[in-house]
Structures are given as C-alpha cells and as structure tokens.
C-alpha cells in the first residue's frame, strides 16, 4: 500500500510540475509580446467560460494568431529540458 502511495505522490507531483512549468512559458511568452497583443489576449482570457488553465490559455494565444501549435510544443519541450 505505501508503495502505491509513493507512486501517486509522484505522479501528483510530476503533474503539478508540468501545470507550474506551462504557466510559466505561456506567461514569459506573452510578456514577450507588444502590449497591444497581450491586451487582446487578456480581453479574451477574461471572457473565456473554460477553466482557467495554461493549456487554455495557449489556446487563446493560438486563435488570435500569435502562435502556432508547433511554436507551444518546442516552447513547451524547451521549457523541460531547461530544468
């Protein structure tokens, strides 16, 4: 039983890992933008009626044309190997 506990502290672990570091890279990315960009992703951020996470978040940066899928994924994988 402790084993099994161990093993989902882990993965609980890894995954608030994944969420902090996707937080991070969305935010440090949309820093990076003109102020006007970032207004406008703001704006529909605080309209959204999804749950307000960094996956959503990215996705909200997509559609407003700022990034691309591939451009999130080597954000995101780079955002790993620099831990």
Same mark, same amino acid.
């Given at each position: 039983?402790?084993?099994?506990? !161990?093993?989902?502290?882990?993965?609980?672990?890894?995954?608030?890992?994944?969420?902090?570091?996707?937080?991070? !890279?969305?935010?440090?990315?949309?820093?990076?933008?003109?102020?006007?960009?970032?207004?406008?992703? #703001?704006? +529909?951020?605080?309209?959204?009626? #999804?749950?307000?996470?960094?996956? #959503?978040?990215?996705?909200?940066? +997509?559609?407003?044309?700022?990034?691309?899928?591939? +451009?999130?994924?080597?954000?995101?994988?780079? !955002? #790993?190997?620099? !831990?």
């Amino acid at each position: 039983m402790a084993e099994i506990d !161990s093993r989902e502290e882990k993965m609980i672990a890894h995954m608030r890992l994944f969420r902090a570091k996707s937080w991070r !890279s969305v935010r440090s990315y949309i820093f990076g933008l003109s102020k006007e960009k970032r207004l406008q992703i #703001y704006e +529909q951020w605080n309209k959204g009626v #999804y749950p307000m996470d960094p996956c #959503y978040l990215w996705a909200v940066v +997509q559609k407003l044309g700022f990034v691309t899928p591939e +451009q999130i994924r080597e954000i995101i994988e780079l !955002s #790993y190997r620099e !831990s």
